[in-house]
């Protein structure tokens, strides 16, 4: 039986931003159905918010990273 070639960087890379998306959505619905204990959606939506306020703060990361962490936020926690 023929075994899968690797993926590439390349196909990583453009799966990525896709597959983090429906992780954090995956890990949104597990939050909220659980009501885990001093962890939900919304203190989810609080961290994301400190990060990147630090990051624009410091310069720590490029501003198109911020804004697609941002727009990530925003499509997951919607």
Known sequence: MPTKAPATAAQISL???QAME???SQLVF???ANHTRGFSADA???WIDTCTARMVETDS???GLVAE???LQARVLA
């Open 15 to 17: 799966h990525w931003p």
């Open 22 to 24: 429906f992780m954090l």
């Open 30 to 32: 597990v939050l909220e």
């Open 44 to 46: 989810l939506s609080r």
């Open 61 to 63: 990361a490029p501003a």
């Open 69 to 71: 962490l941002r727009a």
